[in-house]
T-cell receptor, first 116, second 109 residues
Framework: GAVVSQHPSRVICKSGTSVKIECRSL??????MFWYRQFPKQSLMLMAT?????????EQGVEKDKFLINHASLTLSTLTVTSAHPEDSSFYIC????????????FGEGSRLTVL | KNEVEQSPQNLTAQEGEFITINCSYS?????LHWLQQHPGGGIVSLFM?????KKHGRLIATINIQEKHSSLHITASHPRDSAVYIC???????????WGAGTKLIIKP
């Protein structure tokens, strides 16, 4: 079946640095990708929706300048956490779909970010 | 009231027991997902359902669209099944997911 690969699975960085997380669809063209965040002991929360070739749509309360999302190709979306701070430490997950005609929504494995 | 409710929140069972985790939702959906999250955080997609029943190994997932309810069953449970199991639904109109709070399962040897 289709696979969505997320990288890195774990990253530790210093406060003030930027971190990039990649989400790749390995065997299908992902027209739409979604980024979620999970706070400790809480449910996953949608951060933004990105369609290939266009700007991401951010959910209310998510800082677009803080969480830069790029979906430049049909197989790759990136989430960059800029000037990371300890409160950005979280678990980030992407999901991808090739659209209604191809059906399913597929999930990345997730990336755990720890900002020191 | 949450749009996706999971029960129980926590479940501890002995190895070998039959496990059932429930998910009820209140919105119209196009699909329902069951995912497994291990202590390190890694997510594994278990099932996507839009009707009926699916089976994969010791895992079985069912959905009743009329009753807006899905169950995840684990037969012959094993300590390695210990994880958080999350139900998420795709609303009718778009792919955006509504997530359940998760069920933390512990299987004791």
């Amino acid at each position: 079946g289709a696979v969505v690969s997320q990288h890195p699975s774990r990253v530790i960085c210093k406060s003030g640095t930027s971190v990039k997380i990649e989400c790749r669809s390995l065997d299908f063209q992902a027209t739409t990708m979604f980024w979620y965040r999970q706070f400790p002991k809480q449910s996953l929360m949608l951060m933004a929706t990105s369609n290939e070739g266009s700007k991401a749509t951010y959910e209310q309360g998510v800082e677009k300048d803080k969480f830069l999302i790029n979906h430049a190709s049909l197989t790759l979306s990136t989430l960059t956490v800029t000037s990371a701070h300890p409160e950005d430490s979280s678990f980030y997950i992407c999901s991808a779909t090739g659209g209604r005609s191809t059906g399913e929504l597929f999930f990345g494995e997730g990336s755990r970010l720890t900002v020191l | 009231k949450n749009e996706v409710e999971q029960s129980p929140q926590n479940l501890t069972a002995q190895e070998g027991e039959f496990i059932t985790i429930n998910c009820s939702y209140s919105v119209g959906i196009s699909a329902l997902h069951w995912l497994q999250q291990h202590p390190g955080g890694g997510i594994v997609s278990l099932f996507m359902l839009s009707s009926g029943k699916k089976k994969h190994g010791r895992l079985i997932a069912t959905i009743n669209i009329q009753e807006k309810h899905s169950s995840l069953h684990i037969t012959a449970s094993h300590p390695r099944d210990s994880a958080v199991y999350i139900c998420a639904v795709e609303e009718d109109s778009n792919y955006q997911l509504i997530w359940g709070a998760g069920t933390k399962l512990i299987i004791k040897p």
